[in-house]
């Protein structure tokens, strides 16, 4: 996407932007979801 960045090229790079940055973004919430659903290890202590 730099050389739409660089060129000015607005419109080119937001129409880039929609389907390179989604599948990133979903993975992230996908990881997240997943550490966050499984919760403190066995035996851990809260302080």
């Known amino acids: ?3 739409f ?3 000015g090229q607005d419109v080119a790079l937001g129409i880039a932007a929609t389907p390179l940055g989604t ?3 979903a993975l992230c ?3 997240s979801w ?3 659903r499984t919760g403190p290890a066995p035996g851990a202590s809260t302080p």
């Open 1 to 3: 996407m730099a050389p």
């Open 5 to 7: 960045y660089l060129a």
């Open 23 to 25: 599948p990133a973004i």
């Open 29 to 31: 919430v996908y990881v």
């Open 34 to 36: 997943r550490i966050l």
